[in-house]
């Protein structure tokens, strides 16, 4: 047997030191598994830690140019345990117990300065008027609104009516045919914006914003929306006031997906317009406010 064979022969050291690293580079893989999990599932946004588990309420506040003057309001409940989504708009004109010189809603952002002090106050009254504080706030404003839209593609809406419409101090220009057609982040914000042809005014404006939004949502909830995650996240860092986290963000969506949109479940606020003083308000209905919030309560 020459040298060569009986090398070939001869039983190999214990590899224990390799062992060693695999065993290492194991744990290593598995924790950064556990973190990219945990990342990807998100952490649910809780005003009250008792809150249920699977439930919550946001606000979504939509602000105009000047980011005072929130004209947009709508409170989202997601419930993933029912798999079950809701959307209950409320109106600019809302009647609030409060010192503003105009005690409307929408002037809640901009008495207290705007930005997160304006969102602590306008969160203040909404719990007034809704009966308990929502779990989480977003403030978007025009040109975040519109790099939504574009980033997800557009939206297909059928517009209620041919809208016209032209305030240079605004910069607001409309100009929208009737019918139903695709809409870029322009073009739609033109939509949500209009509301001075309308017979009911505000009221017409916030069931098309709300019936805009349902759409949007059906639409955009898919897989292939996936990969526009990471983009849609630094739009969101950088042009909307909020107190939810990454983590927040990414249960939400995740939960939307989950739930699905085709059932979603739209309401405004129950209540009548009104001429209070001099001024045209709507006053919401206590009793009946308080019986459909049971169903956007995260703590019911």
Not at 102 to 116: D, E, F, L, R, T
């Amino acid at each position: 047997m020459d040298r060569d064979e009986a090398y070939e022969r001869e039983p190999r050291p214990p590899r224990r030191h390799r062992r060693r690293r695999h065993g290492v580079l194991g744990w290593l893989v598995l924790i950064l598994a556990a973190a990219l999990v945990y990342v990807c599932i998100g952490s649910q946004p809780k005003a009250d830690p008792d809150n249920a588990a699977g439930h919550s309420t946001i606000l979504i506040a939509g602000t105009d140019k000047d980011g005072y003057r929130t004209d947009t309001l709508m409170l989202l409940s997601i419930d993933r345990n029912d798999r079950a989504l809701r959307l209950l708009s409320i109106p600019r004109d809302t009647h609030v117990d409060a010192p503003y010189s105009v005690p409307k809603i929408n002037s809640a952002c901009g008495y207290a300065g705007g930005g997160k002090a304006g969102m602590a106050e306008l969160m203040t009254q909404v719990t007034k008027l809704v009966g308990f504080k929502p779990d989480g706030y977003a403030l978007v404003d025009l040109d975040a609104f519109v790099k939504i839209v574009d980033l997800m593609g557009g939206v297909d809406f059928d517009v209620p009516m041919d809208m016209r419409y032209s305030d240079p101090s605004q910069g607001l220009e409309i100009k929208l045919s009737a019918g139903k057609q695709h809409l870029d982040g322009a073009e739609a914000i033109q939509l949500v914006r209009f509301r001075s042809g309308y017979a009911m005014a505000d009221i017409t404006r916030t069931s098309v914003q709300r019936d805009f939004v349902k759409a949007a949502f059906t639409q955009w909830a898919n897989v292939k929306s996936v990969v526009k995650l990471p983009v849609l996240m630094g739009i969101l860092r950088k042009n909307v006031t909020t107190d939810l986290s990454a983590a927040n963000m990414m249960w939400l969506c995740r939960a939307i997906l989950s739930c699905g949109v085709s059932n979603m479940t739209t309401d405004i606020l129950p209540g009548t317009p009104a001429y209070i003083g001099r001024g045209s308000y709507y006053v919401a209905d206590p009793d009946a406010v308080a019986a459909l919030m049971a169903n956007y309560n995260p703590a019911s």
